[in-house]
T-cell receptor
Framework: AAGVIQSPRHLIKEKRETATLKCYPIPRHDTVYWYQQGPGQDPQFLISFYEKMQSDKGSIPDRFSAQQFSDYHSELNMSSLELGDSALYFC??????????FGPGTRLTVT | AQTVTQSQPEMSVQEAETVTLSCTYD???????LFWYKQPPSRQMILVIRQEAYKQQNATENRFSVNFQKAAKSFSLKISDSQLGDAAMYFC???????????????FGKGTHLIIQP
């Protein structure tokens, strides 16, 4: 079965740079979620989109923004990167309010 | 705000035995969903089992079952016939049922590291 696709899988950036993470949900899923998991931490919810509209917002920094496009893929844009932004970023998708299925994650390292 | 607590940072079990992972949560909502996710060393988050709060019957998925006690706000995971491949971090998660088309994010516990002894 098709799964959530995230790209890139690994990304290395320097402080103050910008980064864009992409997420392609499972076909026919209309909802996308973004999570951040720091080293040794549990995943923290950042933001979600339902039918291309922002639906729920968690602990997303103002330096981050996201959107969902007409083909339902989503992008997380991160600016003015800080060392503390180094983490594993997960995208998950669902059909409406059903269970969320996670992608493999993008490992972001900020140096 | 909802909180999820996993009081066991680490658990160890012999292969083929049964182990129970604990989870408690705090919420003022009456309708919600509870999940267990598994995160092996690959870091992939894998859905193990799901429970709707309005259902009294405990969910079961093969060797995995839950003990859902709504009044006590408890949601434990039982793994029977433990296998080496079960070794992972296990996260308990809560999600509001909400209303309309809103898509609420998951609130996770801190996780329990499960070790399987051969």
């Amino acid at each position: 079965a098709a799964g959530v696709i995230q790209s890139p899988r690994h990304l290395i950036k320097e402080k103050r740079e910008t980064a864009t993470l992409k997420c392609y949900p499972i076909p026919r899923h209309d909802t996308v979620y973004w999570y951040q998991q720091g080293p040794g931490q549990d995943p923290q919810f950042l933001i979600s989109f339902y039918e291309k509209m922002q639906s729920d917002k968690g602990s997303i920094p103002d330096r981050f923004s996201a959107q969902q496009f007409s083909d339902y893929h989503s992008e997380l844009n991160m600016s003015s990167l800080e060392l503390g932004d180094s983490a594993l970023y997960f995208c998950a998708s669902s059909l409406g309010r059903r269970e969320q299925y996670f992608g493999p994650g993008t490992r972001l390292t900020v140096t | 705000a909802q909180t999820v607590t996993q009081s066991q940072p680490e658990m160890s079990v012999q292969e083929a035995e049964t182990v129970t992972l604990s989870c408690t949560y705090d919420t003022s909502e009456s309708d919600y969903y509870l999940f267990w996710y598994k995160q092996p060393p690959s870091r992939q988050m894998i859905l193990v089992i799901r429970q709707e709060a309005y259902k009294q019957q405990n969910a079961t998925e093969n060797r995995f079952s839950v003990n859902f006690q709504k009044a006590a706000k408890s949601f434990s995971l039982k793994i029977s016939d433990s296998q080496l491949g079960d070794a992972a971090m296990y996260f308990c998660a809560y999600r509001s049922a909400g209303s309309g088309g809103g898509a609420d994010g998951l609130t996770f516990g801190k996780g329990t590291h499960l070790i399987i002894q051969p």
